[in-house]
């Protein structure tokens, strides 16, 4: 509804439309909301002042295994290392032979100093003269290849264009993008430093502007879509905001209901979304504006051992691409909801409850013995009460209380009270 200057009126929380709603705690102003935030991003900043540990700070037993960002020089000498290792089997009698670093479970470690998984130092064989491993072997030597050619002309492709240069030998790309992580494991480099990239998949609106390859894109200005966040991050550069935190939402849904009420007015913040399961160049994103912008990161992801569970890639990285958890990972992201104390808490009427399946609850149990989990005591007596209770909820489930319920109620009032964990 307008007014008399044609500006659109912010409904009053207090007085929904659509649905009424049993929690009848009202936020606060916004200027009041905004004076927390600001002390949380202060706090913040402060704390990332100080140095951040490494693995070579610690006294780790286990000998473990990370990659650094390298150049295509780099790349290609490293590349034509592994092929002269291969070559030197040959001579000494063993035969055509690649050694691999191991992305098993069993030779992964959790870190409670840095928060986050780190691959430990094991390898395999990867031998030609064995049935079992003659195609992967093939696959190996082939993705090197390519990759070496890459550097050599200097240009980037995604997975899918790598996929498709050998569609007989990969057969499926599951296939290609298994190895093309073996061989940034071997070449000892990020999975970017290779010069594949995935497919835009991340959309970022808010409080944000940044150069894209040369081009300045404002956030604010991105429509309800927003903008896609860029697959290649050393394109990225001019980093500005005036944002008090980043809200980073688990689902497109969400995103675009935050999007269309222009939530970041409100409340000064950049949103992001990965539009579920992270990707690579949405986690680069994240990290980049934690680090540069030394602003708070706030989680809103569905009340279920996945949500958590994709938080948890954000904030310790992903058990697949544990060598490059160092660049990967975002630390000290606050879980602002749904957590499975809300649906209690905000009265989520028992209809838009969904009952745990079996798998889920196997997850949820899985998920309590995990080494990041059990360092947090509140998200381990979170999870222990969606087990308990054997109840989910998705975000979409405050659209009992009225569609813009989540925008108008549940995030100033999650904010207002500080209630993150």
């Known amino acids: 509804m307008a007014d008399k200057k044609g500006k659109r009126r912010r409904p009053d929380p207090s007085s929904d439309d659509e649905t009424h709603h049993p929690n009848k705690k009202v936020p606060k102003k916004d200027t009041i909301i905004n004076k927390t935030l600001e002390n949380l991003r202060s706090t913040t900043a402060a704390a990332s002042s100080s140095k951040s540990l490494t693995l070579a700070d610690l006294p780790i037993s286990s000998t473990c295994r990370e990659v650094r960002e390298l150049d295509h020089e780099s790349v290609q000498y490293e590349i034509e290392l592994q092929m002269l290792k291969v070559i030197k089997s040959i ?59 890459l550097c050599l002309k200097d240009i980037h492709v995604t997975k899918r264009d790598l996929f498709y240069t050998d569609v007989k030998l990969f057969q499926d790309q599951n296939q290609s993008d298994s190895v093309l992580d073996d061989a940034a494991c071997m070449v000892g480099c990020t999975r970017s430093s290779l010069n594949v990239i995935a497919s835009e998949k991340g959309v970022v609106v808010g409080r944000l502007i940044f150069s894209d390859n040369g081009d300045m894109i404002d956030c604010t200005k991105m429509g309800m879509g927003g903008k896609a966040i860029p697959p290649n991050i050393h394109k990225v550069g001019d980093v500005q905001s005036d944002a008090l935190f980043i ?32 990707d690579v160049a949405t986690r680069l994103f994240l990290r980049k504006l934690k680090l540069e912008l030394k602003l708070p990161v706030l989680a809103l992801v569905d009340s279920d051992p996945y949500g958590l569970k994709i938080l948890s890639v954000y904030g310790c990285g992903s058990k697949n691409m544990s060598y490059d958890s160092a660049n990967l990972t975002t630390p000290d992201i606050k879980w602002l909801g749904i957590r499975p104390s809300d649906l209690d808490k905000y009265k989520i009427p028992e209809q838009c409850r969904l009952t745990m399946t079996d798998q889920d609850i196997k997850t949820g149990k899985e998920m309590l013995e995990e080494d990041f989990v059990k360092k947090n005591p509140k998200w381990v007596e979170e999870l222990t009460l969606m087990v308990k209770t054997k109840q989910k909820a998705e975000i979409q489930a405050l659209s009992a209380f009225g569609f813009q319920y989540l925008t108008q109620v549940y995030l100033p009032l999650k904010l207002q009270e500080q209630d993150w964990i």
Do not use: M, W
Not at 93 to 111: E, K
Not at 126 to 134: D, E, G, I, Q
């Open 247 to 278: 809200l980073l939402v688990e689902k497109d849904a969400a995103f675009i209901r935050l999007s269309e009420d222009r939530f970041y007015n409100r409340f000064p913040c950049i949103i992001l979304t990965a539009k579920g399961q992270p």
């Open 91 to 149: 001579l000494d009698g063993d035969g055509f032979t690649f050694q691999v670093p191991s992305r098993a479970a069993a030779n992964q470690l959790y870190i409670p100093e840095l928060d986050r998984i780190v691959l430990k130092d094991k390898t395999s064989l990867r031998p030609y003269a064995n049935v079992s491993t003659v195609r992967k072997a093939t696959i190996t030597a082939r993705v090197l290849q390519l990759i070496h050619q």
